[in-house]
């Protein structure tokens, strides 16, 4: 369920899934037990942020730069409108962002223990989904590392060509959107055939560029981007025996 999550000043997203635009007023009951994911710039580096808002206004999550692609992780609460947010580095404070949020998105400065200059942040309210802090990809099974790992060796085997991965991979009849319409991939063999049509040039230039963490989650499901890609755990999958599968694909 997408709910209208971070404070009461957010009073309007927009979110792509495929074929419909989905638009939202954030109710306040939405307000905490939520995960927020933002995107926008440090300085002049791409950067994702989600932030977990617990109901005493605690905060907790992670950024990732997108030149270094690993998550770092913060903590820190929200007062009002006011955020305050500290990266732990070996058990200790280190780097801090502090910020304001302002409409949908979140602006500050992110300051360095180290003597260098500070840089302005300006990141912008994405999307906003349930769970719970420990199990962020709400009634998947496995851990949210098990399900990015998946997302991101998907996203390679798409952008080096690797065609049977992907069609071992995915869950058949597959539908994907073409224009207004959809086609349908009936087997593996058809998706191989058909492989250079689907995962075009610009679809590939469009998965290159998004970020494969911080997901956003429905119906059991993640999405990559703006939905090129839909993954969810693979028909029959258990608790103690699992894998994933592509259930959808958006060019």
Known sequence: MIHSAFIKCFQFFVLWLPGFLFA????????????????????NSDIQMSLY?????DLKGNYILKYIGTKILIS???????VGLTEQISGQPSRNFSGKIIGDSLVGTWIDIA?????????????????????????????????????????????SGNKDWIADHT?????HLVGN?????????????????????????????????????????????????????????TKDLFDYTIIAINP
């Not at 939202?24 to 300085?43: D, I, R, S, V, Y």
């Open 24 to 43: 939202q007023t954030l109710p306040a009951q939405g307000l905490a037990n939520t995960w927020n994911n933002f995107e926008g710039k440090l300085g």
């Open 53 to 57: 808002l617990f109901k005493n206004g």
């Open 76 to 82: 820190g609460t929200k007062k009002g409108n006011i």
């Open 115 to 159: 003597p260098r200059p500070a840089l302005h942040f300006m990141l912008r309210l994405m999307s906003s989904t349930t769970g719970s802090f420990e199990h962020r990809y709400t009634d998947i099974l496995g851990t949210t590392e098990n399900v990015e790992q998946f997302v991101q060796t998907a996203r390679s085997a798409i952008l």
């Open 171 to 175: 869950t058949y009849p597959l539908k």
């Open 181 to 237: 319409g959809y086609n349908g991939i009936a087997n593996k063999q058809q998706l191989i055939q058909h492989f250079s049509q689907i995962f075009t040039k610009e679809f590939k230039e469009k998965i290159s560029q998004v970020f494969t963490t911080n997901l956003f989650v429905k119906n059991a499901s993640v999405m990559l981007g703006n939905g090129e890609l839909w993954i969810s755990n693979k028909p029959g999958s």
